[in-house]
Structures are given as C-alpha cells and as structure tokens.
C-alpha cells in the first residue's frame, strides 16, 4: 500500500526575502521581468538575474537594461555570499550604499548607466576581492577615494561620465594587477598624473580624456610595458611629451590631442612597432616630425594637426604601407610632398592644408586608389595638376585653393564619379573647363574662383543634377551663361562675377528655385532683367552689378521674400524705382541701385524697409525730396548724391552725421536751419546747398 504525503510548503529563506523586499521598492516599467521572484520558492536560486553556488547561496545578482525605477538595496547582511553585482542601464537613482563595502566575497561590482549621485563611498575601499569596479555613465560627486589603493585585487576601474572632482590619488600606484583605469568625461577632475602610476606595471588602458587634468606626463609612464591605449585628450597637459613614452612597446593608441604640449615629438615613438593610431593634434609642439616614425608599419593614422611643426614630411612614412590618415594641416611643414607617399595604398585621407609646403604635387599620388579625400590647399605648390589624379577613382574630395598651380584642370578629373567636392581657387590654372565636367555626375561643389581660366561655361555642366555651389568669379571666361544650366535644380550658390560673359540671361533660368544666392555682377550681360527672376524666391543675396542691363525694374522683385541684398548698380536701367520693392521684408544688409539711368521719386513704399542698413541710390536722374528716407530707422550707409534732389534734407541725427559726398551733386537740396530758394531771395538769408562745395549752417 503506498502512503500518499501532503507536500509541506518550505519558507523563503532570508536571502530571497531581502531581494523581494528590495523588488517592493522599485517602480519600473520592467518588474515584469521579475514576474518569477516567487515567494512559495523555498530558495531565490531559479530567479531571473540570480545566480547561486551549490549551497544554493545567492553569488551573482545581474540585472542589465531592465528599467527598475528605484534605489539600491541597502540590507547586505543576508547577501555575505555575493561576488557578482551587476545592476547596470537599470535606472537606478540615489546614492551607493555604503553597505556594499561589506561583501567580503564581491569580486564584481558594476552599476554603470545609472543615474546614481552622491559620493564613491569610502567603504567600497575595503573590497579587497573586488577585480571590477564599473561606476561609469552615472551622476556621481566627489573625489576618487583616497584610499583606492586599498583595492589591491582590481583589474578594472571605470568611472568616466560621471562628475568627479579632485585629484587623482598617489595610493593608485599600489594598484599593481590594475589592466585598465578610464576615467574620462569628468570634467573637474584635476591636477596631474601622479608619479606613482608608473607602479601600475600591468595597465594595459589608461584613459583620462576630456578631463582638466594638467601638468607633465610623468617619466614613469615609460615602466608601463603593457600599456597598449594612452587616451588623455581634450585636457590641460602641458610640457614636452616624455621621451620614456618609446619604451611602451606594446602601445598601439596614443591620444593626446587637444591639449597644450610643448616641445617636440619623440623620435623614441619609432620603436613603437605596433602604434596604430598617432593623435596629437591641437598642441604646441614644434621642431620636425621625427623619420623614425616611418619605422610603425602599422600606424593607421597620423594626425599632427594645428600645432606648429615645421621641416618636411619625412620621406619614410613611404613605409607606412598600413596607412589610412595623414593628417598634419595648420603647421610650418616646408619641402615638398615625398614621392614615396604613392607606397601608402591604403590612405584614404591626406590633409596637408595650410603649411608652407612647395613644389608640385607628385604623379605617384595617382598610385593611391583608396584616397577619398585630398587637401593640399593653402600652400605653396606650383606646377601642373597631375592627370594621374584620374586613377584615383575613389576620391570625394580634392581642395587645391590658394596654391601656385598652372596649367589646365586635367579632364580625367571629371571622370571620377564619386567626385563630390573639387576646389580650386585662387591659383593660376588657365584653359578651358573641360566638358567632360558632364560626367562627373555626383559633383556637389566646384569652385575655381580667381584663376586664368578662358572660354565658355560648357553647356555639359546642366548634366550636374546635384551641383550645389558653382563658383568660377574672377577669370576670363567668355561666351554667355548656357540654357543648360536651368537643369541644375539643386544649385544654391551661383557666383559668375568678374568674366566677360555676355549675352542675356538664359531661358529657364526661373527653374532655379533653390537658389540663394546670385552673383554676376562685373561681365557684359545684357537686356532685359527677366520678370522670371522673380521666381527665385529662395534668394537671399541677388548681384547684377556692373553689367549692361537695360529697361525698367521688374515688379515682381517682391516675392524676394527672403532678399537680405540686391545690388543692381552699373547697369543701363531705366525707369521709376517700382512701390514693390518696399515689399522685400527681409532686405537688410543693402539695396544699390547706383548708377544707372533711374528717374521720378523715390517711391513712399521704401519707408516700410526699416531693416535696412545700406541704401546707395547715387548717380541716377532721381527727384523729389529725401522725407521717405527719414524713416528708414537702421540705415547706417546712405549715399544719394548726383541726382535731382530737392527741398529740405531731413532734420534728424542720421543725416546731421552724413559726410557732404553722399549728399552732393543735387544743386535744390537745402539744410534744416537754412533758407531754401525763394526764401532765401525774399529774406536776404545766407543758405547752403549740396551742389558742390562745403555746406555752412544759419
């Protein structure tokens, strides 16, 4: 007979009761994922995030990217046995309970990604077991406890993104099994490395980036042997960068750029066999870079930037097979490009801009199929642009402004179709723009302003549906503006001015909707000013200056809603200025309509341009009085001399102040204070006109 005996239901033990009383605690939208915290479980062992030894005693409590809403819990006392607490991206607030200093056993402690405030508590310095401390991504205050060095088993201190205060603790030296320490994104964390950090033999990572750490890197650091990453940037070091930094054989990361180092770079950074990454840009280091670097034949990038480097690019960084970055502009760097610069197949970015560097640019660069991006600009180069720069088919960016450069813009250029961005102004290139330029279909930006170039613009370029800013001011093309251009439908920047193109404005030039700004000014473009221009309403700076524009001033100017500038002067316009162009809302920076052949008044319309500052109406046939201008409230520049003017000028500050130039030239103009024309001759007053010579008071 088999005897059937009731199940006897076993009591929680005291460690789950105290992980169920904290889990009453919390609010988060996750506690779901706690559904299985029951508390018939005669031991919390099965639990989600609970792991326990094979006493059934709670070890591990692991809880990541779960959203708790509440506090830590504070009663450890039943928790002895835990050596793993992971309570990270769970959305815990408060303070670090002092209490955690009293798991004997922890050997893991992370709560990173929290919003935890308050202090590191001492207490945590009593862990003697502890290997992990993770306190990153939190709110944390305070200095790092003195007594860190208490913690003699730990391998890992991460407290970055938190806002720490203080200095860095001498007692760090005695964390001699530390691997790694990063302790960035604290931002008044001070004072200097300490000497001691040198005792730290198996550092591997030592991170203290965007911090206000100072002072000289200590000598020491040179005993970090398995030091692999030094990332301290955008901090406050200064001094020379130790030469001892050569003896880190294991080094592959060195950050430290913005700062204000001093002194020159290493030559010892030779040694460094496994470097891949160089940073040192934003310092003050001087002197040459050092041909002992071409020796890190893995180096991936070099980046020297914006210090004040001088000498020649070392012709060893041929070696650098590896590379992927050259990066040394904002220098004094002279001598020329090294040929041997083509052996670098892997670069993608060379930045050389703003140096001193002459010579031509080499043929081997055509070598260098993965380049993407080429900035040679502001420097000294001359010679030809070499054709081989066709080769490089991966090229998206090549800026060769403000150089020597000759010769003709090399016609394969235009065959690179990832060619977004080609810069080349101000040098003393000269032929034609190829028309190849039509194949260079995801051409965005291309500047050639202040050049010798000739011909005409070729009518290939309408093929460039995606040109943006089209800049080719200052040389000597001819020809007239092509029709094709209409099919540029996302160009924004036009600038044409200084040629001698001529002819009228193409058809269709109303399709650039998407145009801001305009400058043709300075050419022979003739006829009417198309009413279609009107249709430009994205336009904020319009330039026709200086061209042979006749007829009147088109009315439809007014859905110009966006115009800061229009600059119409130097033309053979004719007509009355039109009441419309009162309706330019925007219309501050100037409106110049100098020049021309402009008659009748000016219109009342203009009062309602209370924006704008400049205001050059001189050299027309213009007449009435000058009282619409007195309410033009933000002029700053007013010129109307050489017209017709008449009456009074206005009696305000504004034009009290004007200098007699811009007044000139309109013989029935009279001063407030003075007698004007027949008054004069009834009274026997003396009176001032603005006809020419000095202007004389009451």
């Given at each position: 007979?088999?005897i059937?005996?009731?199940c006897?239901?076993?009591a929680l033990?005291?460690?789950?009761?105290?992980?169920l009383?904290w889990?009453?605690?919390?609010?988060g939208s996750?506690?779901?994922?706690?559904?299985?915290?029951?508390?018939n479980?005669a031991?919390p062992?099965s639990?989600?995030?609970?792991?326990?030894?094979f006493n059934?005693?709670v070890v591990g409590?692991g809880?990541?990217?779960?959203?708790?809403?509440?506090?830590?819990?504070s009663n450890?006392?039943s928790?002895?046995?835990?050596?793993?607490?992971?309570?990270?991206?769970?959305?815990?607030?408060g303070?670090?309970p002092?209490?955690i200093?009293?798991?004997?056993n922890?050997i893991?402690l992370?709560?990173?990604e929290?919003?935890?405030t308050?202090?590191?508590p001492?207490?945590?310095?009593?862990?003697?077991r502890?290997e992990r401390?993770?306190?990153?991504?939190n709110e944390?205050?305070?200095?790092?406890?003195?007594?860190i060095?208490?913690l003699?088993?730990?391998?890992?201190l991460?407290?970055?993104?938190?806002?720490l205060?203080?200095g860095?603790?001498?007692?760090i030296?005695?964390?001699?099994?530390l691997?790694?320490?990063?302790?960035?994104?604290?931002?008044?964390?001070?004072?200097?490395?300490?000497?001691?950090?040198g005792n730290?033999?198996n550092l591997?990572?030592?991170?203290f980036?965007?911090?206000?750490?100072?002072?000289?890197l200590p000598?020491?650091i040179?005993?970090?042997?398995?030091l692999?990453?030094l990332?301290?940037y955008?901090?406050?070091?200064?001094?020379p960068?130790?030469?001892e930094?050569?003896?880190?054989?294991?080094?592959q990361?060195?950050?430290?750029?913005?700062?204000s180092l001093?002194?020159s770079?290493?030559s010892g950074?030779?040694?460094l066999?496994?470097?891949?990454?160089?940073?040192?840009?934003q310092?003050n280091?001087?002197?040459?870079?050092?041909?002992?670097?071409?020796?890190?034949?893995e180096l991936s990038v070099?980046?020297m930037s914006?210090?004040?480097?001088t000498?020649?690019?070392?012709?060893?960084?041929?070696?650098l097979?590896s590379?992927q970055?050259?990066q040394?502009?904002m220098n004094?760097?002279?001598?020329?490009?090294?040929?041997?610069i083509?052996n670098?197949?892997k670069?993608?970015?060379?930045e050389?801009?703003n140096?001193?560097?002459?010579?031509?640019?080499?043929?081997e660069?055509?070598?260098?199929?993965?380049?993407?991006?080429?900035?040679?600009w502001?420097?000294?180069l001359?010679?030809?642009?070499?054709?081989?720069m066709?080769?490089c088919?991966n090229?998206?960016?090549?800026?060769l402004?403000?150089n020597?450069?000759?010769g003709?813009?090399?016609s394969g250029?235009?065959?690179?179709?990832k060619l977004?961005?080609?810069?080349l102004?101000?040098?003393?290139?000269s032929g034609?723009?190829?028309?190849?330029i039509?194949?260079c279909s995801s051409?965005?930006?291309f500047?050639?302003?202040?050049?010798?170039?000739?011909g005409?613009?070729?009518?290939q370029i309408?093929?460039?549906?995606?040109?943006?800013f089209?800049?080719?001011?200052?040389?000597?093309?001819?020809?007239?503006?092509?029709?094709?251009?209409?099919s540029?439908r996302?160009l924004?920047?036009?600038?044409?001015h200084?040629?001698?193109?001529?002819?009228?404005?193409p058809?269709?030039?109303?399709?650039?909707?998407?145009?801001?700004?305009?400058?043709?000014?300075d050419?022979?473009?003739?006829g009417a000013?198309s009413?279609?221009i009107g249709?430009?309403?994205?336009?904020t700076k319009?330039?026709?200056?200086?061209?042979?524009?006749?007829?009147?001033?088109?009315s439809l100017?007014?859905?110009f809603?966006k115009l800061?500038l229009l600059?119409?002067?130097?033309?053979?316009l004719?007509?009355q200025?039109?009441?419309?162009?009162g309706?330019l809302?925007?219309?501050?920076?100037a409106?110049?309509?100098?020049?021309?052949?402009?008659?009748?008044?000016?219109?009342?319309e203009?009062?309602t341009?209370d924006?704008l500052?400049i205001?050059?109406l001189?050299?027309?046939?213009l007449?009435g009085?000058?009282?619409?201008?007195?309410d033009?409230?933000n002029?700053v520049?007013l010129n109307v001399?050489?017209n017709?003017?008449?009456?009074r000028?206005?009696?305000?500050p504004f034009?009290?102040?004007l200098?007699l130039s811009?007044l000139?030239?309109?013989?029935?103009?009279?001063f407030?204070?003075d007698?004007?024309?027949a008054?004069?001759?009834?009274?026997?007053m003396?009176?001032?006109?603005?006809?020419?010579?000095?202007?004389?008071?009451?």
């Amino acid at each position: 007979m088999v005897i059937h005996f009731p199940c006897m239901a076993l009591a929680l033990n005291q460690q789950g009761q105290a992980l169920l009383s904290w889990k009453q605690t919390l609010n988060g939208s996750s506690l779901q994922s706690l559904s299985n915290w029951d508390p018939n479980d005669a031991t919390p062992c099965s639990w989600f995030g609970i792991t326990c030894n094979f006493n059934n005693e709670v070890v591990g409590l692991g809880l990541k990217y779960v959203d708790l809403l509440g506090e830590l819990p504070s009663n450890f006392s039943s928790l002895s046995s835990l050596n793993t607490l992971i309570l990270s991206g769970t959305n815990l607030t408060g303070g670090i309970p002092r209490e955690i200093g009293s798991l004997p056993n922890l050997i893991e402690l992370d709560l990173s990604e929290n919003a935890l405030t308050g202090e590191v508590p001492v207490d945590l310095c009593g862990l003697v077991r502890l290997e992990r401390m993770i306190l990153n991504s939190n709110e944390l205050e305070g200095a790092i406890p003195d007594h860190i060095g208490n913690l003699t088993s730990l391998k890992w201190l991460t407290l970055y993104d938190n806002q720490l205060s203080g200095g860095i603790p001498s007692s760090i030296g005695r964390l001699s099994r530390l691997e790694a320490i990063r302790a960035g994104g604290n931002k008044n964390l001070e004072g200097p490395l300490p000497e001691e950090i040198g005792n730290c033999t198996n550092l591997a990572m030592l991170g203290f980036a965007e911090t206000s750490l100072s002072g000289f890197l200590p000598s020491s650091i040179g005993r970090l042997k398995k030091l692999q990453t030094l990332a301290i940037y955008t901090a406050l070091l200064s001094g020379p960068i130790p030469k001892e930094l050569g003896d880190c054989d294991e080094l592959q990361n060195i950050y430290l750029y913005e700062n204000s180092l001093s002194g020159s770079i290493p030559s010892g950074l030779g040694n460094l066999r496994k470097l891949q990454n160089l940073l040192l840009w934003q310092n003050n280091l001087v002197g040459t870079i050092p041909s002992e670097i071409g020796n890190c034949v893995e180096l991936s990038v070099i980046d020297m930037s914006m210090n004040s480097l001088t000498g020649s690019i070392p012709k060893s960084f041929g070696n650098l097979t590896s590379l992927q970055e050259l990066q040394l502009s904002m220098n004094q760097i002279s001598g020329e490009i090294p040929v041997e610069i083509g052996n670098c197949g892997k670069i993608t970015h060379i930045e050389l801009d703003n140096n001193q560097i002459a010579g031509t640019i080499p043929t081997e660069m055509g070598n260098l199929s993965n380049l993407t991006l080429m900035y040679l600009w502001q420097n000294k180069l001359e010679g030809n642009i070499p054709p081989s720069m066709s080769k490089c088919r991966n090229l998206e960016a090549i800026d060769l402004s403000q150089n020597f450069l000759t010769g003709s813009i090399p016609s394969g250029i235009f065959e690179l179709e990832k060619l977004s961005k080609l810069l080349l102004l101000s040098n003393n290139l000269s032929g034609i723009i190829p028309p190849e330029i039509g194949n260079c279909s995801s051409l965005i930006r291309f500047r050639a302003s202040d050049n010798k170039l000739t011909g005409a613009i070729p009518p290939q370029i309408g093929n460039l549906r995606f040109l943006n800013f089209l800049d080719l001011g200052s040389n000597r093309i001819t020809g007239v503006i092509p029709e094709e251009i209409s099919s540029c439908r996302n160009l924004t920047f036009l600038d044409l001015h200084s040629n001698s193109i001529g002819g009228n404005l193409p058809r269709g030039f109303e399709r650039l909707v998407t145009l801001q700004y305009l400058d043709l000014s300075d050419n022979l473009i003739e006829g009417a000013i198309s009413p279609g221009i009107g249709s430009l309403s994205s336009l904020t700076k319009l330039i026709l200056g200086k061209n042979r524009f006749s007829g009147t001033i088109p009315s439809l100017l007014q859905s110009f809603s966006k115009l800061q500038l229009l600059d119409l002067s130097a033309n053979q316009l004719t007509g009355q200025i039109p009441g419309s162009m009162g309706k330019l809302p925007a219309l501050e920076i100037a409106l110049n309509l100098s020049r021309n052949k402009l008659s009748g008044v000016v219109p009342e319309e203009l009062t309602t341009l209370d924006k704008l500052g400049i205001l050059d109406l001189s050299y027309n046939q213009l007449t009435g009085d000058l009282h619409v201008l007195a309410d033009m409230q933000n002029l700053v520049v007013l010129n109307v001399s050489n017209n017709g003017f008449s009456g009074r000028v206005p009696d305000t500050p504004f034009f009290a102040k004007l200098p007699l130039s811009v007044l000139s030239g309109n013989p029935s103009l009279c001063f407030a204070g003075d007698s004007c024309n027949a008054d004069n001759r009834r009274n026997g007053m003396r009176h001032s006109t603005a006809g020419g010579g000095a202007l004389v008071g009451p």
